[in-house]
Every structure is written in structure tokens, then in C-alpha cells.
């Protein structure tokens, strides 16, 4: 059941607490609940996401969820690589977390990705082959919203119809499709992939999402549907946000970690609830490090300064986020067949919301793009020059492109239509971090992710941006690009100081809670997840990759979570 005030609630005794009902917390709530003996409680800061109406658009994931009342609102501090500009960075604030407000983009990225963690961890499950079920008992891939047989845009053998996330084709034709499939289909540098979930995921093919019947799928309207929330052993609270973890007792095994403390009245007022097995912490990449250091949890000295009691010794709490940085290069189009022609028009806007509104169709039901692509750098490329290559594996992408059939950056201007190729840093090497600014458990945090802070991420870029030039030298695109809307040269330096100007995130942070072998001196959890040094607590979030996947997390959040799951219910 689904509770809005702690009152309400019969029980006081949890088996389990978990910590944030997002993408990966409501995995974990489902799955432990299929064992009618063991009892649930989840903790949300945000609201329900029923009725949720911009969560369940997929066009406004990109226009009316950055900013809104289901975004936390957090920003980073000043990014001296990106002209000391402050980025805004969302995480979604209502059940489901971020997979109620990402961009739906679901892509499983490499293979060596995967087996990376297995190497670094010395856990081969979490290796690509091993984890390939549970990519496949989180997704169940539905027809696109307009019905069209989307064979030849994907390859069935890799994929999943009995999982749990509805994910699906674009439902809704863009104007650029033909010209972006047509250039793939004669590039050698830039080919067509059918199906980049295969763990290859180099090329330029048709984006999968998480979308069912037009709408998107979330960790809450599948994980935690009503048939599921109906279980009498779940029960779920919203509007509670988790102050501190709070330390019960000790052993010999060191501090046990079963209590929870939260508020549902910006700390008016607090309550404290033990679990009875374990607490699973999964408030995502800045919440996750905040709730741990704010119980103590973290650098000692640095906690101590800032007037908090360390409970636990672990420096790595809050260190190595990484994050893909993105820029954008911009054309003028001869056509009005963009989304700018429907996006600066009210009478147009109206219609295509009264569409999705009565039919689940039209061009709501698909967001930001409709093709994307991942790309290498060759091995011999000036790039690696002094430098190991960052990526996990051989087939590792360098970059991606993410192609818009309009303007994406901001609001659209109010004459012409445009074509995007965004591109963005998928093995990035800058580290950043999350710190506090204060004791204050209800403050934000100080989120640096230190963009652009390796020479290699700004080659990168701007290698990508002449990656992106190069893609439209295609004939097809002659006579429909009319000209480049930023003009900058392409000089080093000119090229540089446009993406410093324009430089943001793909929402992807990842690492501050990071997985590292039983016994290293570092990392925050173990392969099992449980958290280093301490009993009854894990970590179960995009904060426990050691290095950002290669493509959009959350499929590889999702599939984490799963086997967390199995790992967790193996020690009950
Ligand atoms: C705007 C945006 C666009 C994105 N686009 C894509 C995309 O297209 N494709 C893709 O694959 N990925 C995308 N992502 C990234 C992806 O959504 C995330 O990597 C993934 O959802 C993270 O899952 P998580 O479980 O770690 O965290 P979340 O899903 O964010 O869950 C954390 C939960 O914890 C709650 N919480 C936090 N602190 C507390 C507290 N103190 N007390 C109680 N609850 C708390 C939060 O409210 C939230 O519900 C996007 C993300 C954003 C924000």
C-alpha cells in the first residue's frame, strides 16, 4: 500500500527499509515482496506519482520536467572548465525517481562495461554474460504507439517480452529519420546498427526507450503497479525524507547500521524506524553519499570538521562521480517538419497534447530523438597519445550521438526549424565529487562533478563535434541543412571555447558509492554491496558503479538492482 503519513501506517517493524523508491529502490520493494514472509517498508522523499501528469508524457520529459515539482532542483557549483558556468543538474523528486523524469533513452551499453566491474570487483557476476537475465527480467519490449512493425529496427533475439519495463521503438516519424538511417547506411565511419542492446553497442541505429503504449514506464508504474503495491507486506511512504542511518549497535563484524531516521515536515519533526534484517540505501548518486556522510559515514576527519560524529572511516564516500558531459552543434533546416513548428505554436501544442490526451499517439509519445549512435576513436588516434585508452573493452564507444529533429537547447526561438546532433564524453576520465556543505541533513549538497576536467574529455568533445560535421557531409543532406546556427570555426581553439560555452550533463552521475573488491583499500561497498566495514546496510543505485557505463544508465541500474535482489534474498 501506498501512504502519505506515517500515521496511517499499521505496522512499526520492517524487515527491510529501503531508501528512496526510485529506479533502483522499487526493484528491491518488488522483489523481496514476492516473499509473503518478509515485510517492506519503502522511504520516498518525493510524492506519489499517480496522476503525475508531466511524468507520463514522453514529449514533456524534455520540455516541463527539468525544474518542475518533481525535480529535486539541484545544481553543481561552478565548473571552472566550463567558464565557471553553474549547471543545472535534475533528479527526479516523486516515486520512481529518475526513470519517472529521465528521458527514457534504454540502452544496455557495452559489454565491457560489465565485465570491467567483474575485473575490478573480482564478482564475475556482474559480468556482461551473467547479468544478460537480468537485463531480460527488467524489460518486456511492447509495440511502438503508432503500431507499426518496427522489424528492421531492432533485433528480436536480443530481447525480452515477460520483463517488467515497457520498452519500445519511436512511436512517432521525425522528419530527419530517413536522412540519419540513409546516411548510416553508406558511412563507414559512422554504419547503421540494428540493435545496439546487444552488448555492441557501436553505430547509428533507432533508439529504444521506456515507453509502453505511448506513455513512459517507470520504476513505479511497473515495479511498484498497483497489482504489486497491493501486496500486504510493501508499504511504501512518500513525502519522507531520510535525514541519517543510524547506528544501533556494534559487532564483531563493526558498527551495525539498522535504524533510519526521516522527516516528513522539513525536520519539524523526526521519527526513527529500525529494520530487523537490513537498511537498503538507494537515494541515487548524490543522495545515497549525502544520507551515508550525514550518518557519520565518509572521511572522518572531513565530517568531523563539519561538526559530525564519524561512525565509519571511509574516504571513498562521496569521491569518483563521473558524469558524461555533452554539447550540441545546431543546423538550420529547409523544412518546417520539426518539432519547433509544434513547440512555439500554442494552437499546435494543444492539439498534439488533446491527441496524446484521447489516443496515447502522435508526436508526445516519442522524446528528444529517434536515432542515436556510439562511436570509437581508432586505436592510433592522437587522442591516447601519453594515455591508456579510458574505455572498457575494444568495443567500447568514445562518444555518442544523440540526433534531435529540432532545437533542444532551451526554449525554441521563434523563427525557423532546426536539426541537433548532440554529443557527449561516454568514458569520460574527470572525477568529481559529492561533499557537504554543512550538518544540516536537509541542505543540498555540493555537487562537482568537474566537467570537462581532463584534457582527453575536452579533446573528446571537441573531436566529437567534428565527428558531427563530418556526419552531415553526406549528399542526402544537402539542400535540407541551410546553415550552422553557432558559427564557429574549426580551430582548436575556437571549437573549444564554443563547447565551454555550452557544455552540460547527460544526467548520468555515477561512482559515489563505489563497488571495489572485498579487502581493497578503497571503494565504498563490497560486490555484494554491502557496505565496507559495516552490518545491515547496502547500497543499491547508480552510485555504486566503479566507472560510468558507456551509454544511458538506467538499464544498467535497473539490471544491477535486479541482481542485487537475488543477492539480497540468498542472506535472508
Ligand atoms: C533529467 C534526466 C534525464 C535522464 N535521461 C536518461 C535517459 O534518457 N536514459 C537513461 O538511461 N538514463 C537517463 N537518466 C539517468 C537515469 O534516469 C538514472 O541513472 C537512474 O534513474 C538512477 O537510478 P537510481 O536508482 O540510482 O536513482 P533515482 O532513480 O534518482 O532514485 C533515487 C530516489 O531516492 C529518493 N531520495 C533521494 N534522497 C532521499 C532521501 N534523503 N530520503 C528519501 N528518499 C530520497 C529520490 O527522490 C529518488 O526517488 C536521466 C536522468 C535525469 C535526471
Not at 515485510?39 to 501528469?53: K, M, N, P, Q, T
Not at 508524457?57 to 527539468?66: A, H, I
Not at 563484524?253 to 526521516?262: D, I, L, S
Not at 544511458?552 to 541500474?557: C, E, M, N, R, S
Request: with cysteine; net charge negative; proline share 7%.
Amino acid at each position: 500500500s501506498l501512504f502519505e503519513h506515517f500515521s496511517d501506517i499499521p505496522h512499526r517493524e520492517y524487515d527491510f527499509i529501503i531508501i528512496g523508491g526510485g529506479t533502483a529502490g522499487n526493484v528491491i520493494a518488488n522483489r523481496l515482496s514476492e516473499n509473503p514472509n518478509i515485510s517492506i517498508l519503502v522511504l520516498e522523499a518525493g510524492g506519489s506519482d499517480r496522476g503525475a501528469y508531466l511524468t507520463q508524457v514522453p514529449y514533456y520529459g524534455l520540455t516541463k520536467l527539468p525544474g518542475s515539482q518533481y525535480d529535486w532542483g539541484y545544481s553543481t557549483v561552478p565548473q571552472p572548465n566550463l567558464d565557471n558556468r553553474v549547471i543545472p543538474y535534475p533528479r527526479g523528486f516523486v516515486l520512481g525517481g529518475s526513470s519517472s523524469t529521465n528521458l527514457m533513452v534504454y540502452t544496455r551499453t557495452s559489454a565491457g562495461d560489465f565485465d570491467r566491474y567483474a575485473a575490478v570487483t573480482g564478482d564475475n557476476g556482474w559480468s556482461w554474460n551473467q547479468l544478460k537475465p537480468y537485463f531480460y527480467k527488467n524489460e518486456k519490449l511492447t509495440a511502438p504507439a503508432d503500431g507499426h512493425n518496427p522489424s528492421g529496427q531492432y533485433n528480436p533475439i536480443f530481447h525480452s517480452t515477460s520483463g517488467m519495463v515497457g520498452v519500445s521503438l519511436p512511436g512517432f516519424p521525425r522528419g530527419s529519420d530517413p536522412l540519419i538511417l540513409q546516411t548510416a547506411s553508406r558511412s563507414s565511419e559512422f554504419p547503421f546498427k540494428l540493435d545496439m542492446n546487444s552488448g555492441n553497442s557501436l553505430g547509428v541505429g533507432w533508439v529504444q526507450s521506456s515507453i509502453k503504449g505511448g506513455v513512459r514506464s517507470s520504476s513505479a508504474t511497473s515495479y511498484l503497479s498497483d497489482q504489486y503495491l497491493g501486496r500486504p507486506n510493501l508499504h511504501v511512504l512518500v513525502h519522507a525524507r531520510v535525514t541519517r542511518l543510524i547506528k544501533t549497535s556494534s559487532s564483531a563484524h563493526g558498527p551495525v547500521f539498522r535504524g533510519v531516521e526521516f522527516t516528513q515536515n522539513a525536520g519539524a519533526s523526526k521519527t526513527i524506524l529500525n529494520a530487523k534484517k537490513e537498511v537498503i540505501l538507494s537515494a541515487g548518486s548524490i543522495g545515497t553519499p549525502a544520507i551515508l556522510m550525514h550518518s557519520g559515514i565518509g572521511d572522518a576527519t572531513t565530517l568531523q570538521s563539519l561538526g559530525i560524529t564519524s561512525t565509519l572511516n571511509l574516504p571513498s564516500v562521496g569521491r569518483n562521480l563521473t558524469e558524461h558531459p555533452i554539447s550540441a552543434i545546431v543546423w538550420r533546416v529547409n523544412s518546417t517538419n520539426t518539432f519547433d513548428s509544434i513547440d512555439r505554436d500554442p494552437a499546435a501544442s494543444a492539439a498534439a497534447e488533446t491527441l496524446w490526451n484521447t489516443t496515447h499517439t502522435g508526436t508526445l509519445t516519442t522524446s528528444l530523438t529517434t536515432q542515436i549512435g556510439f562511436f570509437r576513436f581508432p586505436n592510433t588516434h592522437p587522442i591516447f597519445n601519453g594515455m591508456e585508452d579510458p574505455a572498457s573493452g575494444p568495443t567500447t564507444p568514445h562518444y555518442e550521438f544523440i540526433f534531435s529533429n529540432g532545437w533542444i537547447l532551451g526554449e525554441t526561438p521563434p523563427t525557423d526549424n532546426y536539426f541537433t546532433i548532440s554529443f557527449a564524453a561516454v568514458q569520460p576520465t574527470s572525477r568529481g565529487s559529492i561533499t557537504l556543505s554543512s550538518s544540516d541533513p536537509l541542505a543540498a549538497p555540493i555537487i562537482d562533478p568537474n566537467l570537462l576536467g581532463t584534457n582527453y574529455d575536452r579533446a573528446t568533445l571537441r573531436e566529437g563535434m567534428r565527428a558531427a560535421r563530418r556526419f552531415i557531409q553526406d549528399p542526402v543532406f544537402n539542400g535540407y541543412l541551410l546553415d550552422e546556427v553557432t558559427e564557429v570555426g574549426d580551430s582548436d581553439d575556437s571549437i573549444d571555447e564554443y563547447i565551454r560555452s555550452l557544455t552540460a550533463v547527460v544526467f548520468h552521475p555515477t561512482g559515489t558509492a563505489m563497488m571495489s573488491a572485498k579487502g581493497a583499500q578503497y571503494g565504498v561497498v563490497d560486490p555484494d554491496l554491502k557496505v565496507k566495514g559495516a552490518v545491515g546496510l547496502r547500497v543499491v543505485d547508480a552510485s555504486i558503479f566503479p566507472f560510468v557505463p558507456s551509454g544511458h544508465t538506467q538499464a544498467p541500474v535497473y539490471a544491477i538492482a535486479e541482481r542485487a535482489s537475488d543477492l539480497i534474498k540468498a542472506d535472508c
